[in-house]
C-alpha cells in the first residue's frame, strides 16, 4: 500500500478500480482502518474508482505529534486524492469520516462531487465524554473500550449470528494504537 505525507505523518492509502469510473473516497471510523470497508468493496468497484485510506493513527499510518482537527484529518484526505491524481471524488465516511467529508465540503467544496454519510454528526458529544474514554484506553489500551464499541456498533442478534465478523471488526479496534 502506497503513502503520502500530509504535514508530518504518512498516510497509507489504496486505489483500486478503473481510473475511468467515478472516484469515490472511503473514510473510516474512529478505531477502524481502511479494510473496514472491504465486505462493500466488490459492489463499489463495479461502478467506482476506489480511494481508501487509514486515518493518522489508525493501520498503517502514522500519528502525528499534538492535537488533530477535523481541518487536519481533511487536509489528510486530500493529500491522499492528490497523490491518487484525483481533482475530485464522492466522498463516503462512517463517522469521524463523515465528520471529516462534512468539513471538506464545506471548505473544499471543489474537491467534493457528492457526500455520503453514515451514522455520523456535525456534532461532538461533551469533551469530558472524550477525555475519559482518552484517558481509559492511554491506561488500559483500546482493549478496554474495544466491549463497548462492539455492543454499540453491532446489535445483540448481529454479535450472536455472526461471531467472525464480528470478531474481525473487533481485533482491529484492539489493533489501533492507544495514541
Known amino acids: ?3 503520502v505525507r500530509s504535514g508530518s505523518v504518512d498516510i497509507h492509502y489504496e486505489v483500486q ?3 475511468e ?3 469515490l473516497l472511503l473514510l473510516h471510523s474512529l478505531g477502524a482502518d481502511h479494510g473496514m470497508w472491504d465486505p462493500q468493496m466488490p459492489d463499489f468497484l463495479r461502478h467506482h474508482r476506489i480511494i481508501r485510506y487509514d486515518v493518522r493513527g489508525h493501520g498503517r499510518s502514522g500519528v502525528g505529534a499534538g492535537e488533530c482537527s477535523m481541518e487536519i484529518l481533511a487536509q ?10 484525483i ?5 463516503c465516511g462512517l463517522s469521524l469520516g463523515g465528520m471529516t467529508a462534512m468539513w471538506a465540503a464545506a471548505h473544499r467544496p471543489e474537491r467534493v462531487m457528492r457526500l455520503a454519510l453514515c451514522n455520523t454528526s456535525a456534532h461532538l ?3 469530558a465524554l472524550w477525555h475519559s474514554r482518552m484517558e481509559l484506553v492511554r491506561r488500559e489500551g483500546m482493549r478496554a473500550v474495544a466491549p463497548a464499541v462492539i455492543e454499540r456498533w ?7 449470528s455472526q461471531p467472525e465478523k464480528v470478531a474481525r471488526i473487533e481485533g482491529m479496534l484492539e489493533a489501533t ?3
Request: charged share 15%.
Open 1 to 3: 500500500m502506497p503513502s
Open 17 to 19: 478500480g478503473r481510473a
Open 21 to 23: 469510473a467515478p472516484a
Open 76 to 85: 489528510d484526505a486530500m493529500a491522499v486524492l492528490d497523490a491518487a491524481q
Open 87 to 91: 481533482v475530485k471524488a464522492h466522498w
Open 125 to 127: 458529544p461533551p469533551a
Open 154 to 160: 453491532f446489535t445483540a442478534g448481529f454479535r450472536s
Open 177 to 179: 494504537s492507544p495514541a
